[in-house]
């Protein structure tokens, strides 16, 4: 009776409109998550477990097009209006791994896109915070991420060149539009031994997965791999921009 009681009192204080996102869920959906993990991610190599568990527990399919829900799982990215995309699963699963997430840390995300890449975050660190400059976006990827329950998410609409200052230093950075050079104001907002971890090269050819790591008034680069992702707006394709 006392258990009955609890769990009445649960349903009765969870916001109406919320819920967490396992009741959003279809055991159909589960199992493609879980082989989606098996054949795109662990077998090329990805093991962290934390990583591994967040791709498994976000419902990619609630951020993608309702006619595109057969290729939610599929292992290649997916329009989602506004010229952009939803990263292909490897590609987010290999982003996360490289920034080494712990559960202190706070994370700041250039290019919120669909809200995908903040909801795996949420479930490895402290606080997200995430920029998208197209509004479209920004409004329906804000609004998905509270409906399911990301509590520990924070979007704004805006130029991420520029970052969040009032919100820095960060753990770490992660930008998921190309860019031709590494922004220094991203960098400055940085905290001593944090990561930034972007696509870098032509935002019209193929880039470089690269990650930076902050050392004092140092940072070395590691690139990862070879990648293809869309440009990044804004102040980063101005000619003569400082």
């Not at 916001?15 to 993990?37: F, I, Q, W």
């Amino acid at each position: 009776m006392k258990m009955l009681a609890s769990a009445l009192l649960l349903i009765v204080l969870l916001p109406r409109g919320v819920l967490p996102a396992e009741r959003l869920d279809s055991p159909e959906a589960v199992k493609a998550r879980d082989r989606m993990v098996r054949a795109q991610i662990e077998a090329r190599g990805i093991s962290q477990p934390e990583v591994l568990a967040a791709l498994r527990s976000v419902p990619r399919h609630r951020f993608i097009p309702e006619n595109l829900l057969p290729a939610a799982y599929d292992d290649h990215p997916l329009p989602i209006g506004e010229g952009q995309t939803i990263s292909q699963p490897y590609i987010v699963a290999l982003m996360t791994d490289a920034i080494q997430a712990k559960p202190s840390d706070r994370v700041l995300e250039i290019g919120t896109g669909s809200g995908y890449q903040a909801a795996v975050l949420s479930g490895l660190v402290a606080q997200v915070y995430t920029i998208e400059i197209k509004q479209p976006l920004f409004l329906k990827a804000q609004n998905l991420l509270n409906k399911l329950g990301y509590t520990n998410v924070e979007c704004r609409h805006g130029d991420g060149y520029f970052g969040w200052p009032e919100a820095a230093p960060f753990d770490a950075i992660m930008i998921t539009a190309a860019v031709d050079h590494i922004p220094p104001p991203l960098v400055k907002q940085l905290r001593d031994g944090g990561r930034l971890v972007l696509p870098l090269g032509s935002p019209f050819g193929y880039q470089n997965l690269v990650l930076l790591t902050k050392r004092g008034e140092d940072v070395s680069v590691k690139q990862i791999t070879g990648v293809l992702f869309v440009p990044m707006t804004g102040h980063a394709m101005q000619k003569g921009r400082p």
